[in-house]
């Protein structure tokens, strides 16, 4: 496997490290990502580690693509080899349905399941969170049972509630914000996923494995 | 301390934003136009990175109990001390309990009032950043309200305050037209509508704000959009959804995206884009990264020259 370098802007670099969303690719992002956080390149600023790729963030005026290109490259090699640590296992407990989950009872008849299956299934399987992105806290979960992959609302909700738990194609994720949001809501964790004063700030972590349990509504 | 006694339309602590917690899809935040930011610390001798207020469209009134130097940088927004007018771009001495009162700006979004000490709150993370989506940094992490008492740092000893000349403010000023370097995606858009991206104007929506900035112009959709698997987002991407308008992603962008991106504002040109303004005229210039670099090394070493 050898990372495909590209200019993302004139202070930013995406490294490839395959091309589909798999187990394979989320281990190289955990790897590298861990790699540049404890051993820093010279003149980077940020990454933002996704599903297959990290974008490396850098001062132009102190380093250059060439050089962040070749300081990467020296930690995969390294990283590529190494073992990863163990990952946490994060239990996040949800109301499914009724107003916590509006979508509960469209995705099942989409699937031809009753709501109860559908939370079964949703509940029983183990996820890993292969990024947190796009808002802060926000962990794309890996690891949906296929037969509950479900497209995103033709149109957004102008703003979900912050908890809610909701399915995108293949992916399933809590809104750690009140934000407007596409995903198919069916269900409601009441615990905070953002928490300044908590560490980590982020309930979810990169890398960590997540289930949900189901709680009743007066739980 | 600074009473706050109306605090414009969204007014908010800044300072040079916190980098570094990408991995958790927290974007840097920070000064819009930290060019104007950096100037306004160098006229009242704070640190170029000392936190100040951002004022956007409308400045507000505000008591100083103490007495400062301030200075008011960024878009010009016509500005009284005790009833007197006071010059944009100036350190002026203020005496303890003087009342600052800031109008709304004609050209331009930010202003940015800096004062002698900088506006002092705990830094959140290494930064007195306002980061408004998630409630962190700044004051209380929210915009400034009428009856918010501010402290005052300590003068620092950095240096003397400076003043800068109208031709040097003239080549630091805000453009209107901003460079580009190519996206990532920019292949997955036809050569007509590359074309189009540069050659038709944009128009500024009223959906422009700290997280990014909506434009409407030519339509340019992808040929590609549905196919992108999410990755990481840089600040200044010009990214487009289905609808072929393009939106800009700013300093409190989001981490990851998955629509295609034709382009990226290039470092030189970030801070401008801080000061388009909802029906302002844009338009966008293709260059290359070497270029982009030498224009920020170059913007840097006007600064170097009037920093002290």
């Known amino acids: 496997m050898i990372p495909q370098f590209a200019a993302a802007s004139d202070r930013s670099l995406l490294v490839s490290l395959g091309s589909g969303i798999s187990l394979d690719t989320h281990r190289r992002v955990l790897a590298l990502s861990r790699a540049v956080q404890t051993d820093p390149i010279p003149g980077v600023l940020n990454i933002h580690p996704a599903y297959c790729s990290v974008l490396v963030v850098f001062d132009p005026l102190l380093s250059t693509h060439d050089a962040v290109c070749a300081a990467v490259i020296e ?4 990283a590529s080899h190494a073992s990863l640590p163990e990952t946490r296992v994060v239990e996040v407990p949800v109301r499914y349905g009724g107003s916590d989950g509006p979508d509960l009872d469209d995705v099942a008849s989409a699937h031809g399941l009753t709501a109860d299956r559908v939370v079964e299934l949703h509940s029983s399987a183990q996820y890993v969170a292969a990024f947190v992105g796009f808002v802060p806290a926000f962990a794309y979960l890996a690891g949906l049972p296929p037969e509950l992959a479900t497209p995103r609302l033709s149109t957004p909700r102008p703003s979900v509630p912050a908890g809610s738990v909701g399915i995108a194609g293949a992916q399933t994720g809590v809104y750690p914000f009140a934000t407007p949001g596409g995903w198919r809501l069916i269900g409601r964790t009441p615990l905070l996923m953002f928490d300044a004063s908590r560490t980590p700030m982020s309930l979810i972590e990169i ?6 349990v189901r709680v009743s509504e007066h739980a | 301390m600074i009473l706050v006694e109306s605090p414009g339309l969204q007014t908010t602590v800044q300072d040079l934003g916190r980098p570094g917690y990408g991995p958790q899809g927290i974007s840097a935040s920070g000064a819009a136009d ?3 930011l950096r100037i306004g610390n160098a006229l009242v001798g704070n640190r170029e990175g000392t936190a100040a207020l951002e004022m956007t469209l409308v400045g507000g009134r505000y008591r100083l109990q103490t007495p400062v130097v301030i200075a008011i940088t960024g878009a010009a927004m016509a500005a009284k001390v005790e009833g007197a007018p006071v010059e944009h771009g100036r350190a002026l001495d203020v005496a ?11 050209d331009g979004v930010r202003s940015y009032l800096c004062v002698s000490g900088g506006i002092q709150v705990a830094p959140f993370l290494g930064s007195a950043s306002t980061h408004l989506l998630t409630g ?3 004051f209380e992490g929210r915009a400034l309200r009428k009856g918010d008492s501010l402290p005052v740092g300590p003068r620092q000893k950095h240096a003397p305050p400076i003043s800068i000349s109208r031709e040097m403010a003239a080549r630091l000023a805000p453009r209107k037209c901003i460079r580009v370097t190519h996206g990532l995606q920019s292949d997955c858009f036809t050569d007509e509508h590359r074309a189009l991206f540069v050659t038709t104007p944009y128009c500024v929506t009223q959906e422009a704000n700290r997280m990014g900035l ?19 987002v840089a600040l200044g991407a010009v990214q487009v959804p289905s609808s072929g308008q393009p939106i800009i992603l700013f300093v409190e962008q989001q981490t990851t995206g998955g629509y295609p991106k034709i382009a990226n504002v290039i470092a030189a040109d970030l801070p401008s884009v801080g000061q388009l303004r909802p029906g302002d005229e ?4 293709w260059v290359s990264i070497e270029t982009a670099v030498a224009l920020l090394r170059e913007q840097e070493s006007l600064m170097r020259g009037i920093l002290p």
């Open chain 1, 207 to 212: 890398g960590d494995r997540v289930r949900f």
């Open chain 2, 34 to 36: 930290p060019l104007s």
């Open chain 2, 136 to 138: 962190i940094g700044g």
């Open chain 2, 96 to 106: 303890a309990g003087a009342v600052v009162e800031i109008g709304s700006s004609k």
């Open chain 2, 214 to 232: 909506r434009l409407e112009g030519t339509a340019i959709p992808s040929t590609t959009a549905a196919t992108m698997i999410t990755e990481g």
């Open chain 2, 282 to 285: 844009t338009r966008f210039e």
């Open chain 1, 75 to 78: 930690r995969w090699d390294r």
